[in-house]
């Protein structure tokens, strides 16, 4: 999840609790987004570098184990030595160990749902786990989580308008992207209004900031039992269609969540020479109608296909790409480069989860070590 996300979950766990010292909501929300720290040696380098320790260790049980010990004796430094005479100090050991194992262990258990996945057995095996319940970026959450936060917390006017903007700074975003189908941006902008009324509602009839937060962590519980029903059953559609399809042994299968649309996934299936793709819903009744679906050539087995994927470079994206397609095009400066795709992110054209290279006169990839880790 994107780390607005995981800051607002941090927030809700924090003020669910009966533990309202601020060092312990510190050690929330600091701990809900702790495990990203690895984007500090895994972002500056080379992309093959961040495709290959972004979601590593830190993302992993035996680093959620280290990852909280470590925080949780930073807490109990700052409480003994630099916060000793203020309003945070005095918070019990205990307290300040459950935000922090609470709020790491939030960030692995959501990003673990979505589609990027992790590694939760490293250092002993780095296969990949994916959850494929929502994507990156769920502005569901964002309205969930988002409002038990305003509810709870205080601040008056000046809260009042710090959300605002932060509404619209939102709705901005779900409602002018074009990858939010056009219904569920409708649904998600009624829903925005509901969650503007019922936090002004509660603001004033001051329910009870705990209850509220208590809530929020509740629903967005609620919605994640919702996804994974939803996915179980797109997942069994869309098995079915690969057996009705192939009884190749390799075929590979995965229903994909889609942005703000829980009801409606999207199928992948993947076998040796293609990769076929298209929306289901997870009943019948849901499915688009006149649904289609697109395939994709591989193109693994093309020479310079095949002479990057055995390098160092190739090596990293086996590890990283789930659904990798390939082929040989026209570069920016009209020279032939190799690239691959990675079919839960791109289809055409470039942006994240799509490596090149360039070729030399014999059409080999020209592969420079240094960027591999």
């Not at 927030?11 to 720290?37: C, E, H, K, Q, Y």
């Not at 495709?51 to 807490?75: K, P, Q």
């Not at 786990?129 to 990156?136: A, C, E």
């Amino acid at each position: 999840m994107e780390n607005g996300c995981h800051t607002l979950a941090g927030f809700a766990m924090a003020r669910s609790g009966r533990d309202p010292r601020a060092l312990v909501t510190t050690a929330f929300v600091v701990g809900a987004n702790l495990p990203d720290i690895d984007l500090a040696w895994s972002s500056f380098r080379s992309v093959l570098v961040y495709y290959h320790d972004h979601r590593g260790f830190t993302h992993s049980i035996a680093g959620f184990l280290v990852l909280t010990l470590l925080w949780w004796l930073t807490l109990l430094a700052l409480d003994h030595f630099w916060l000793s005479r203020g309003a945070m100090a005095g918070a019990r050991p205990l307290s300040l160990l459950r935000g922090a194992a609470l709020g790491i262990g939030s960030h692995l258990l959501m990003d673990a749902a979505n589609s990027y996945g992790v590694r939760p057995f490293l250092p002993w095996s780095d296969r990949w786990v994916y959850g494929d319940l929502w994507v990156v970026v769920d502005p569901w959450l964002w309205l969930i989580l988002g409002g038990a936060v305003y509810v709870s917390g205080d601040g008056g006017r000046r809260r009042t308008r710090i959300w605002l903007v932060g509404a619209a700074a939102a709705a901005i975003v779900v409602l002018s992207s074009p990858v939010v189908p056009p219904a569920c941006r409708a649904i998600w902008a009624l829903g925005g209004v509901v969650t503007l009324a019922v936090c002004r509602a509660a603001t004033r009839r001051r329910a009870p900031a705990r209850d509220a937060a208590i809530l929020g962590v509740g629903l967005a519980l609620a919605y994640a039992v919702l996804c994974a029903v939803a996915h179980r059953a797109a997942m069994e559609r869309v098995t079915a269609m690969a057996a009705a399809a192939s009884r190749d042994p390799s075929t590979r299968v995965a229903a994909l969540p889609r942005p703000a649309d829980p009801l409606r996934w999207e199928w992948i299936i993947a076998d040796a020479p293609s990769v076929r793709f298209g929306v289901v819903g997870a009943l019948p009744a849901l499915d688009q109608p006149r649904a289609s679906s697109t395939a994709l050539d591989r193109g693994l087995d093309r020479p310079g296909v095949e002479a990057l994927m055995n390098s160092c470079a190739g090596e990293v994206l086996r590890e990283f790409f789930r659904f990798p397609v390939a082929d040989v095009e026209n570069g920016p400066d009209g020279n032939a480069e190799v690239v691959v795709r990675d079919v839960r992110y791109a289809r055409q054209g470039r942006g994240f989860a799509v490596y090149s290279v360039s070729t030399d006169g014999g059409g080999a990839p020209i592969i420079d070590r240094r960027e591999c880790p």
